[in-house]
């Protein structure tokens, strides 16, 4: 059974190592670190700069086997009525299996129950199929937007679609 608890420094070294090359770990993190690839320290003190934030909660995924899965939810406005998923990640040798739509289905569920949010947000770029599909399939739909977003990597223009869901 999955279950979803808060992040600890101990899960940084598992999470690394599902990323195996480095355009997978641009469709993960976009441009929020600035080199490829991050060890489980610099993981680390990345979410320690937030480590005092009541507005940002980085969440594991485990079951019987261990850590299968990560990701980052946080609050994006001051009413903390809007909350943002980021860094959604499945242990690569599980993906494929569901653990990424149950993950995501555990931090709905908190998010609008425990939380008490209005909606849930998220960014997902165009080319980063499996992921687009496994939000779908957990009830999120694309976003209405002004201006589509790109980011600059590997001299492509990658598309960002921005994907909601409301209470």
Request: glycine share 6%; aromatic share 16%.
């Amino acid at each position: 059974m999955l279950r979803l608890r808060p992040y600890k420094a101990c899960d940084a070294a598992a999470i690394v190592s599902w990323i195996g090359d480095e355009v997978s770990f641009r469709k993960w993190c976009a441009d929020r670190y600035d080199h490829y690839p991050i060890t489980a320290d610099e993981m680390n003190r990345h979410y320690d700069a937030f480590s005092d934030s009541d507005s940002f909660f980085p969440m594991t995924a485990f079951d019987e086997t261990g850590v299968v899965g990560h990701m980052i939810m946080r609050f994006t406005d001051e009413k903390k009525s809007v909350l943002r998923f980021g860094f959604v990640i499945v242990d690569d040798k599980k993906r494929g299996m569901g653990y990424g739509k149950q993950m995501l289905e555990l931090a709905i569920k908190y998010a609008f129950e425990i939380l008490r949010v209005d909606k849930i947000t998220l960014g997902v770029f165009e080319n980063n199929e499996a992921a687009y599909w496994c939000y779908k399939a957990a009830g999120f739909h694309e976003a209405p937007t002004g201006e589509a977003r790109f980011c600059r990597f590997f001299g492509e223009d990658w598309k960002c679609l921005e994907l909601e869901m409301k209470k």
